[in-house]
Structures are given as structure tokens and as C-alpha cells.
């Protein structure tokens, strides 16, 4: 299926329209749309979009994706038919979504993406996200560090398709591949980003398998799911590492339940996508970079004070 017949199949199945609010006349609307409000991670962000979007005076149309990517690209090509000014999106998958943005951007409507990319679409106004290829790096070099001698190593990864799982997963095996005869990855499965999934992944890899050293999982909310699994099992010394610095995660590294998490600063990412988003808008204001990545770090006990969230973690 080409894309312009995805399109005309997408529409076909009755996109579900966004609701228009009463916004001001005079004001620049803009869609606000994440992959799916069910991760923590993504309310953050949408939250810090709307943020942005008050403090820039513009309209905010929000958008949940569900998880879904014929939602996400429904609500798409619902606000290219109320002419938004401007499109902010967090991407369900690189690939699902290109034929809306590239709808989008045929319309003239510019659009920047945060933390996950659009492959193959030629116009996008921006990116902004982490380096995730170099968070990879970081979360598989920490293992390295806590284990001078070598480990045997779980490794959950995100979810197929995602920008973000794609390009974490490349880090943690550029650092781990050329190392393996001391490294070994014992155990390597997707859990989907979801922390139920990766309980029993987990659950299913330490009966396989034995007790590991370490897991890296590539994000937050596979770490917690993991370390239940151990916790369950009395593997209290097993070292988990996890991947976007969530509250919860900052407690969890604080109390010694975790090992670690990367800071990705996705405040910062949304925040920066919407002040691109809107300038182009108001002024056709080109960016000064297309594409603007954050370097993460690995947040431990000895650097709680970096993380972005660490005031939200109680």
C-alpha cells in the first residue's frame, strides 16, 4: 500500500475528529500529540507542551495517540482539516506515522517532532530529542563501570518500531558488542516499554536463565517491572538500569532500588519544539538547527540534583 492509499483507507474508517474548543479568534492554534497518555513519561511531556504553548500565547489542541498509530494519524489529519498553525508530535512509530506528517506538511503546516523521529519525510520543520544512540551508550558504559570484571547481562528492549527503542538499543551494543566474551548478554527480549510486560519477561528470563548481574532496560517503566521480578525472587543485589528519569525512578534510585537512570530532559525537548513550532508560525522564523538533540546522562545516588523531575520525586 503506497501512502497516498493509506491515507484514503485511514479517512475511510471515520478518523475520529478532535473536538474544537472556543478558542480566541486571534490567536495561533497548534496540535499537541503524544504517543499515548498510559506512560507517565508522555503526560510529562504533553504537560510541558501545554506549558509552552500558555507562556507562548497560542491555542493547544491535545492529542492522545493511544497507543495507536491510526489514532494518532486520525487526529492528524483531523486538525490539517481545522488548519492548525502548527504541528508538535511525538511519533507513535518512525515509519506508521509519515504519511500524516507528510499530509501535514503538503498542507503547509509546519511540523517539529520531539524524541522520536519520522523517517522519510522530506519538509519536517525540526526535530528535537535526546541523542538516544549516545543514552544507549551511557546506560551500557555505567554496567561496564559498576562491573570492572565482566557481568552477565539481561537486556529488555523498548518497542519495536520506536525511534527511540531502535536507537538506545544500537548504544547499548556499541558498547557491549565489542566486549561480549566479558559482557554477555544472557538474555535479550523486547517488553514493550510497559512495566506489566516487563515483570513477566523478566519473570520468564531469570527461570531460563538464572540470576543476571545487571539489566539495562530502555526505559523506566520496564526497570520498575523488572525489578519486581527480582524483588520477588529475593535478587535484591541485582544492579537495574533504567531510561528516562522518571519520579518514581528517582525514588527508586534514591532507595536503592534501582541502580540507575538516564536523564533525557524531556521537559526541555517539548518546550524547545513548541517555541520552534510557534516562531516559524507567527514569522516563518527558520530554526536555527533542524535538528536539536540533548545529550543524556546517567542519574545515580551521587547526582540525584540533575534530573529534571527530581522536585516531583516524594
Known amino acids: 500500500m503506497n501512502r497516498r492509499e493509506f491515507l484514503l483507507s485511514s479517512a475511510a474508517t471515520g478518523a475520529l475528529m478532535l473536538a474544537p474548543a472556543a478558542f480566541a479568534q486571534d490567536k495561533l492554534t497548534v496540535l499537541g500529540s503524544v504517543p499515548s497518555l498510559s506512560f507517565p513519561f508522555f503526560v510529562h511531556m504533553l504537560n510541558q507542551i501545554k506549558v509552552e504553548a500558555g507562556a507562548q500565547g497560542v491555542n493547544l489542541i491535545e492529542s492522545d495517540g493511544q497507543n495507536s498509530a491510526p489514532k494518532q494519524t486520525a487526529d492528524i489529519e483531523s486538525a490539517i482539516v481545522q488548519k492548525v498553525n502548527a504541528i508538535v508530535i511525538s511519533p507513535l ?6 504519511p ?18 519520522v523517517d522519510g519525510v522530506e519538509g519536517i520543520l525540526a526535530h528535537v530529542g535526546a541523542d538516544n544512540v549516545k543514552g544507549g551508550e551511557a546506560e551500557a558504559q555505567a554496567v561496564v563501570d559498576a562491573f570492572p570484571n565482566g557481568a552477565k547481562l539481561f537486556h529488555l528492549q523498548g518497542q519495536p518500531g520506536a525511534g527511540p527503542a531502535i536507537d538506545r538499543n544500537k548504544g547499548v551494543h556499541n558498547v557491549l558488542d565489542p566486549v561480549k566474551d566479558k559482557y554477555q548478554i544472557i538474555f ?45 525472587r529475593g535478587y535484591n543485589d ?59 546522562v546517567v542519574i545515580g545516588k551521587d547526582n540525584l540534583d540533575k534530573a529534571e523531575r527530581i522536585g516531583e520525586a516524594t
Open 100 to 117: 500524516a506528517v507528510e499530509q501535514a506538511v503538503q498542507a503547509g503546516i509546519p511540523v517539529v517532532t520531539i524524541d522520536r523521529r
Open 188 to 232: 535479550e527480549q523486547t517488553a514493550n516499554f510497559a512495566r506489566a510486560e516487563a515483570l513477566s519477561v523478566t519473570e520468564a528470563g531469570l527461570a531460563a536463565n538464572g540470576k543476571p548481574d545487571a539489566i539495562i532496560c530502555a526505559n523506566d517503566d520496564m526497570a520498575l517491572g523488572a525489578a519486581e521480578a527480582c524483588a520477588a
Open 238 to 296: 541485582v544492579k537495574i538500569y533504567g531510561f528516562d528519569a522518571l519520579p518514581e525512578a528517582l525514588v527508586a534510585v534514591r532507595d536503592g532500588k534501582l541502580a540507575g537512570t538516564v536523564e533525557q530532559f524531556p521537559g526541555e525537548q517539548s518546550r524547545t519544539a513548541v517555541r520552534i513550532a510557534v516562531a516559524y508560525a507567527k514569522d516563518k522564523t527558520e530554526p536555527a538547527e533542524k535538528l536539536v538533540l540533548l545529550t543524556p
Open 93 to 98: 512509530d518512525v515509519n506508521a506515522l509519515a
